[in-house]
Every structure is written in C-alpha cells, then in structure tokens.
C-alpha cells in the first residue's frame, strides 16, 4: 500500500494532501474534527481502496461501456444497466490488504471509544458529492448502526455500490460527469444516538438572506428530515444577536428512534408529536456552531447536526457533516442589500467577505 495513497485516513490527523482521496464528506469531517468542532471520531475509507477493488475486478470495462450507452430520458435502458452494474460491484472482492487496513482502524476506533463492537456510521463520501457546483446529497447510500468489522467491510462495499443506484446514474448522466471519474471513499464513524437531529443552513433558504441561520429538527434520528418524510421543526436565529427570530413546532407523527441495534420508524403520541424538539439554549448552541463552521470554510455551509443522548448536556450537540450551500451561495449577493449605515455594520458582521467581491 503506498504511503501518498493510504486505504485508510482518522479524520483526527488527515493532512490536507489527502482531501482529494476521501470525497468531500469525509474531507469536510477531518476539516471540521481538525477545526475543533464537535464531530465523533472515525476514519475514511480512501478512494484508493475502491480502486483496488476496481483494478481487481474483471468485469470493469463492460460495466463502463454499458454506463456510456445509458441516454438521458431511457428510464428502461437506465434500469437494465443500474441493475447490471450494481449485480457486478457486488461481486468486487475487497483486496486482503484494504480489509486489513479497515480492521486495523477499526479496532484502534473501538480501543479510543472503550467499546467492543463500538456502533458506526458508515456513510457513502464520492469524489464530486459536496463540490459547490452540484450537490449529490441523498445519492448515495448511509448505514447506520452497523456493528463489527466484518459488517463494517459488507457496508463498505454497499456503499461503493451505491454508487450505481438508478439515481446516482441518471443525475451523473444528466449533470455531465464521466462515470469511471467520480469515485467513492466511505466514511466510517461512531454513531450517535440522538434525542433529536436535523440539518442547519447559515442563510435562509426560503430568501438567501445571509443574516440568520436556518434551523430544522425533528426527534431521534435525522433521516427523516434530510429524506423529507418528517416535517421538521424550523428555527430562524439572527446571526449578530443570537434571537430566535422565528419558530415553527410542526406536527412530528413519527421518528426514526433506536430499538436495540436497529433503527425503527414509531408512530408518537400527541403531546411528544407536537412538543418542540430543541430547547432555547440548545437552538443557539447549534446556531453558534454552524456559523463556526461557515467562518472556517468561508461560505454558507448545509451541516447536520445531532443532539447525542450519551453525552452531558452542554456538551452534547455534534455535528455530523458540513457541505456547501449550493443554491443561494452560487448566486449574486443581492438579498438583502445595505441601504443605510446600520444595515452595512450588520452586512459586514455576517457575510464573509468572498460575498461581496466584485
């Protein structure tokens, strides 16, 4: 395995050189980790891996023919070939060398957190995924709770995978991207379990207004919210002042709560369905560390976030993943315009200073 290409990265101490290799979820997990802000630990499965496979695999080159043939708007020719090509992918034999790397960062992961077995995310992280330009959020496939190194390495191939979905093809398809170049990383990391989780936008997606920060919520886990089958709180918090602005409780019929090692969907009662997921402080503290999170990379960020019932509150909101907003921040800074001398202090206080170059 060559040093410059490794298998295996901790997002603890991944240098920079390797952000390439690891997609842009686990490059945005070892940025943030090494930034200070609260992400549980884990590691990346490089891209270098999937290649390993891949260069082991016999079928590779009909698989891409048979990717390039697929035309925009053959939703037959788009199902036969998805189907063929996952077929293929799950046969790819992981190298002995990558499931040891994985094992060996495994175990090192269950050692820091004192606990065998130690539950894990494993979440897809391809190489174009979370670039500014486009946004694969939802294209690829996450596993949550998965326990164990031989499950690790199962999902881990699941997660290459998915990079075949029907979706995944047709968006590739459709935005112009040459399929053998996006390639997949995984990242690896310990699972939360969450009272309540959602996402955080650092503008107002309904409006771009870079002033205040856009919060959704919902309770236990946070598939439900980014999937859009629950309907989240939602939190509006002025960047300067820290007021919430705005509150909507909604209707929260169901949530997606731990039962054992699985992850069930339970219908609530009335009064947990429409109670508020967040408290005040903690509807703050989120704000506060997604606007963190907005200065290091300095541009509006899409982060998930998470609310961990084994941790101490006030120490127990983590953030799961960072991405760049894609549609207001890829458009000119017009909302919201400075007319007068206080508008342009506050304008300064909460927009990064790329916004409003040229």
């Not at 947990?272 to 990379?297: F, M, N, Q, W």
């Not at 953030?319 to 202090?345: D, F, H, Y």
Request: hydrophobic fraction near 40%; glycine fraction near 8%.
């Amino acid at each position: 395995m060559s040093t410059a290409r490794p298998h295996v990265v901790k997002f603890s101490t991944m240098p920079a050189e390797h952000y390439a290799i690891v997609g842009g979820k686990c490059a945005s997990l070892g940025i943030m980790s090494q930034a200070g802000l609260p992400v549980p630990p884990g590691f990346a499965v490089t891209i270098a891996a999937y290649e390993a496979a891949r260069a082991a695999a016999t079928d590779y080159g009909e698989l891409t023919d048979m990717l390039a043939a697929v035309e925009i708007g053959d939703t037959k020719g788009l199902r036969k070939a998805g189907k063929q090509a996952r077929k293929m992918v799950r046969r790819w034999e992981i190298p002995e060398d990558v499931q040891e790397s994985i094992r060996v960062a495994y175990a090192a992961l269950e050692e820091r957190c004192g606990m065998k077995d130690v539950p894990v995310a494993v979440r897809s992280s391809a190489t174009a995924e979370d670039t500014p330009d486009a946004s694969f959020a939802g294209e690829h496939d996450t596993f949550l709770w998965v326990r164990g190194a031989d499950e690790v390495l199962e999902k881990v191939r699941a997660c290459w995978v998915s990079l075949f979905t029907d979706r995944a093809i047709a968006y590739r398809t459709e935005m112009g991207y040459d399929h053998p170049q996006v390639e997949m990383a995984v990242a690896v990391q310990k699972m939360v379990h969450p009272r309540a989780a959602g996402v955080a936008f650092t503008l107002d997606p309904t409006s771009g207004d870079r002033s205040s920060i856009c919060i959704d919520g919902a309770w236990g886990f946070g598939e439900g919210v980014v999937s859009g089958d629950v309907t989240p709180d939602n939190y509006l918090v002025d960047k300067v002042m820290w007021h919430i602005t705005r509150r909507t409780i909604s209707p929260k019929a169901h949530a997606y709560l731990l039962d054992g090692d699985h992850i069930e969907r339970v219908e609530l009662d009335q009064e947990k369905a429409t109670a508020p997921c967040l408290s005040d402080g903690e509807i703050v503290r989120i704000a506060k560390l997604a606007r963190a999170a907005e200065k290091h990379y300095g541009r509006p960020q899409d982060i998930e976030w998470a609310v961990d019932l084994d941790l101490p509150e006030g120490d127990n909101i983590v953030l799961l993943q960072a991405r760049p907003e894609t549609v207001w921040s890829n458009k000119a800074n017009t909302v919201g315009a400075p007319k007068n001398l206080m508008s342009s202090i506050v304008d300064t206080l909460v927009n990064p200073l790329y916004s409003r170059k040229g």
